[in-house]
């Protein structure tokens, strides 16, 4: 059974207003702080029309899903998004930056770090620190805006076909059973994707574009992927990371261009990890690196460098600690392998890359992705990757 269908206007609204269409509330900020939130029901919309609706922190546990959303043709702006404690939460359509309010640190999106959380579903949002960097200094880089966070007290949080612009680290993934699929993160100085809980599945998202090194005094080891668990865990179990596209950089000229590794998963017990088909191009030893795995497989994966200048040449680097086992790696095209001799880990159909085939396989992952999700973003209005010539 459909829900009601309330709205917030910040040009037309009036706190005042019963949230009909006719007579829309005001902004998302003053829904939420007078608890007008709190008439909506399992199953219920609160749409959102054009206009800057403030810094919103929002909480409470619903019995069905409850989703805010951009009206139709409307581009609603946040400064900033928090859902520090709650359930069955949908957040869907709004530009959310820091550039519409006052500067403030770290994320510009933050789920369930201050309580249990589930089911909150952030998609088709478009996050930026800033439009424009081409003037940031190194420091700029490295001060950046952070993305999104899916907190510690999370389970089941969905990420989908988000935009995340200009940012230090994009999305941080700390929510157990967890799913972050079709998002795009373009120019980010530290990592691109971060999973640190269990049960993560990373598939189908565009990472692109990092800046800044520790040549450049930057402390951290840059990953458009890695995996590691919080220092109270001794490793992860179970993650699915699959399809993601994953390039260095889009313009040859790109003003402090960073080397990060493609996915990283270094010195720490990882079970049950399925790594297959992703795509990645960069100038870093470490194209794929599972040291510590068990139980997992490594297929279907290519890795290129096209930077001629740069000794380093992103290998696949497989279970090179003793203590992994029964690890199959098979059908990768890679500049290198680095296998273990272990013989739990089982090896066929591994190929040195050229460009033509690394040219194929990105064709590959990038036409699944844009049949999931478009070639352009569309509330964004950017492309998800500009062309590369691969040679």
Known sequence: ??????????????????????????????????????????????????????????????????????????????????????????????????????????????????????????????????????????????????????????????????????????????????????????????????????????QYNVVKNCYVSMEDGDPNHDDAIQCFPYKDKEGLNKAVIRGNVLINQENPSQKFPGQPHGIGIFNFPASDFIIEDNVCLVKSWHGITLVNGRESRVTGNACFSIWKDSERKPLIRVGKNKNSGNIIVENNIAPGFELSEDKQLKAKNNELASAEAFEKALKKALGIIYEKYGKIHQLAGRKRLEDIIIK
């Open 1 to 202: 059974m459909a829900g009601e269908t309330y709205y917030a206007d910040p040009v037309k609204g009036d706190p005042a207003n019963n949230g009909s269409s006719r007579a829309p509330w005001k902004t998302l900020a003053e829904v939420v702080t007078s608890g007008k939130i709190k008439t909506l029901k399992p199953g219920d919309t609160l749409l959102l029309r054009s206009g800057l609706h403030g810094e919103v922190v929002l909480s409470g546990e619903n019995a069905g899903m409850i989703t805010i959303a951009a009206a139709k043709d409307e581009k609603p702006q946040l400064a900033r998004l928090e859902i520090a404690k709650g359930s069955k939460w949908t957040i869907k359509g709004l530009t959310i930056s820091p550039s519409f309010g006052a500067k403030y640190g770290k994320y510009m999106v933050s789920l369930a770090e201050n309580g249990a959380s589930d089911n909150l579903v952030l998609e088709d949002c478009f996050i930026y620190s800033a439009l424009d960097s081409s003037d940031w200094s190194k420091k700029d880089w490295m001060n950046a805006n952070w993305g999104v966070s899916m907190g510690r007290s999370g389970t089941h949080i969905i990420l989908r076909n988000n935009y995340i612009l200009n940012v230090r680290m994009g999305i941080v993934m700390a929510s157990t059973d967890s799913l972050c699929e079709g998002n795009v993160v373009s120019d980010f100085s530290g990592d691109g994707i971060r999973d640190t809980a269990d049960n993560q599945t990373i």
